[in-house]
T-cell receptor, first 112, second 114 residues
Framework: DSGVTQTPKHLITATGQRVTLRCSPR?????VYWYQQSLDQGLQFLIQ???????AKGNILERFSAQQFPDLHSELNLSSLELGDSALYFC???????????FGEGSRLTVL | AQSVTQLGSHVSVSEGALVLLRCNYS??????LFWYVQYPNQGLQLLLK??????LVKGINGFEAEFKKSETSFHLTKPSAHMSDAAEYFC????????????FGAGTRLFVKA
């Protein structure tokens, strides 16, 4: 158990819809990262937050947004969903600025 | 900017044989390097990490990796493969370029034959 909790574990929705994925980091970790994992793109870095502030941005689409709240949990919002957004979305947290990440078990999104 | 290249999307070894998973990185500043393992339907977990101390890094489950700056490599090895090692392995690089951003390689799926 990494200590990182993601909900929901599975989500099925339709094209054009909007979903929110939630992540609770390990106790005490200030950094939260979001990754997308798909068969054709591999593991893609989306965005990082540190103590509520956006710290680094990767290949995150404009239809996607994220935030980190004062209690340090984070949400990833995916809107105007397309079939190609079907993927496993991972949240990870870290305690220090070294890149060592602790991953949740992921949220599997299926867009029909 | 950093990048990672893992050579071989699939590697197959016999049980008891040497495991060698290759990783080459690119980084404009001194990097931190990692190997993660992902078992089916699970998140990634850290196997080992290099953070500018010893160049030979030992990790969990008998794995180790050697940082070779001249070759920009960080290959993962295990002397004797076990069936339970079958999983996907990811090499990753991270560096402080105004914010840490960990970049993962495409992954190498390890198959272990009985």
């Amino acid at each position: 158990d990494s200590g990182v909790t993601q909900t929901p574990k599975h989500l099925i929705t339709a094209t054009g819809q909007r979903v929110t994925l939630r992540c609770s980091p390990r106790s005490g970790d200030l950094s939260v990262y979001w990754y997308q994992q798909s068969l054709d793109q591999g593991l893609q870095f989306l965005i990082q937050y540190y103590n509520g502030e956006e710290r680094a941005k990767g290949n995150i689409l404009e239809r996607f947004s994220a935030q980190q709240f004062p209690d340090l949990h984070s949400e990833l919002n995916l809107s105007s969903l397309e079939l190609g957004d079907s993927a496993l979305y991972f949240c990870a947290s870290s305690a220090e600025f070294s890149g060592e990440l602790f991953f949740g078990e992921g949220s599997r999104l299926t867009v029909l | 900017a950093q990048s990672v290249t893992q050579l071989g999307s699939h590697v197959s070894v016999s049980e008891g044989a040497l495991v060698l998973l290759r990783c080459n990185y690119s980084s404009s500043v001194p990097p931190y390097l990692f190997w993660y393992v992902q078992y089916p339907n699970q998140g990634l977990q850290l196997l080992l990490k290099y953070t500018s101390a010893a160049t030979l890094v030992k990790g969990i489950n008998g794995f180790e990796a050697e940082f070779k700056k001249s070759e920009t490599s960080f290959h993962l090895t295990k002397p004797s493969a076990h069936m339970s090692d079958a999983a996907e392995y990811f090499c990753a690089v991270s560096a402080n370029t105004g914010g840490f951003k960990t970049i993962f390689g495409a992954g190498t799926r390890l198959f272990v034959k009985a």
